[in-house]
């Protein structure tokens, strides 16, 4: 008995370990950026500066505002996947007049991103903009992987 349970438990362990190191393999590259506009994240604003952008989890994403020393984190909970692989690494932002919102960030390793939910001030744009016909313009800003 005494056995089984230990070999159980040695089990357990194993796979605890496989989970880390499988969920710090996906983790992505550092990615880094000049945003030239004010934006929202999620729910936190942010002013325009240089980013840098780090997977830090399976769902999140640690934005660092490089020349003010401010950093967030915002959930980013669908993976997504373009077409072809070697496209450039970019943050993809939505604009709703002079309003932006973070919207996607692709590394350049693989052609995998992450998208980010939709806050309730981007949802409420998105509605107005819909009843006047309109739609938001996307805006891609280019980032170099390190």
Do not use: H
Request: hydrophobic share 45%; no cysteine.
């Amino acid at each position: 008995m005494k056995q089984r349970i230990l070999t159980m438990a040695a089990m357990v362990a194993a796979l605890m370990m496989m989970t880390i190191w499988s969920v710090n393999a996906q983790s992505g590259a550092r990615i880094e950026a000049n945003v030239p506009f004010d934006f929202t994240a999620g729910d936190a604003k942010l002013k325009a500066g240089s980013y840098s952008v780090t997977r830090i989890s399976r769902n999140a994403i640690l934005l660092r505002n490089t020349d003010l020393k401010t950093s967030v984190v915002v959930q980013a909970p669908v993976a997504i996947e373009q077409q072809r692989e070697g496209s450039p690494a970019r943050l993809v932002f939505k604009r709703y007049g002079d309003s932006y919102f973070l919207a996607q960030v692709w590394s350049d390793v693989r052609a995998e991103g992450r998208q980010l939910n939709s806050s309730k001030t981007e949802e409420s744009l998105a509605k107005q903009f819909k009843q006047k016909n309109e739609t938001a313009r996307v805006v891609d800003v280019l980032a170099t992987t390190r």
